[in-house]
């Protein structure tokens, strides 16, 4: 009996996983589709990562997890202390991106990726600053919710450990590429998408500490600042 119930539950693993890995790679694509290849506007995006980025993981969490949002991601595990971590990861991503674009400045056509901006996303210096505290705030908090809050701890909380840094960083990384693909020649993309791979697997790792996606969440929002500081500052 004690086995059959360790079968069982070894079956429910397989299953959760399995369901995370094939929705989130489908809502990746179908974003990709709608972003790359329908060329739709930002808010028409906006509305599609939002949904596709909270309905899977509510399906798991309320449909086979059976349980409530908040334990499901663990909300109420929260430990002050351990924030401080996201925050100082935060403050040396800050270094690092500016540190990074500085040396590749040279290298970026920065008025190419302002009409790439313009042309695709209807993004210009007027709605800049609110794009900007969009992606800061809210992009930051469904990027999180998904790549960490849903990829990553289930799976590391099922036992794959390894799986669930390689593969929520692999997609968080590869997800990202539509939005620079047209910006840099390829030797620039390959270094943007390792960097993105080491940033979802340190992230990763910070949430371990508390088991849910708050902390990663806080060094999010401060990389956001750095960035949408240097799109200001030098796009328009």
């Avoid at 399906?59 to 430990?79: Q, Y």
């Avoid at 390829?186 to 998408?193: A, Q, W």
């Avoid at 708050?214 to 600042?225: D, E, F, G, P, Y």
Wanted: charged share 15%.
């Amino acid at each position: 009996m004690l086995n059959t119930m360790k079968d069982i539950k070894k079956k429910q693993k397989y299953l959760f996983v399995g369901y995370i890995i094939l929705s989130s790679i489908l809502c990746a694509t179908i974003l990709f589709t709608v972003e790359q290849i329908l060329m739709v506007d930002y808010l028409t995006k906006t509305v599609s990562k939002v949904i596709l980025f909270t309905i899977c993981p509510l399906i798991l969490i309320k449909g086979l997890m059976k349980t409530t949002l908040r334990e499901g991601l663990n909300i109420e595990l929260v430990d002050r202390k351990t924030l401080g971590l996201g925050i100082a990861l935060g403050a040396f991503a800050v270094a690092i991106l500016f540190g990074t674009f500085m040396f590749l400045r040279r290298y970026i056509d920065m008025p190419a990726i302002a009409l790439d901006l313009s042309n695709k996303s209807k993004v210009t210096a007027g709605n800049y600053l609110f794009v900007g505290g969009y992606l800061t705030i809210v992009n930051s908090f469904l990027e999180e919710f998904f790549f960490r809050g849903y990829i990553f701890i289930n799976i590391y909380k099922c036992g794959f450990k390894k799986l669930a840094y390689i593969f929520s960083s692999a997609l968080f990384a590869l997800y990202h590429i539509g939005i620079f693909k047209s910006w840099f020649n390829m030797e620039l993309i390959i270094l943007c998408l390792l960097g993105l791979f080491i940033t979802g697997v340190v992230l990763s790792y910070v949430d371990t500490k508390s088991h849910n996606f708050l902390n990663s969440w806080v060094t999010h929002i401060m990389a956001n600042i750095a960035i949408v500081f240097i799109g200001y500052k030098f796009l328009f």
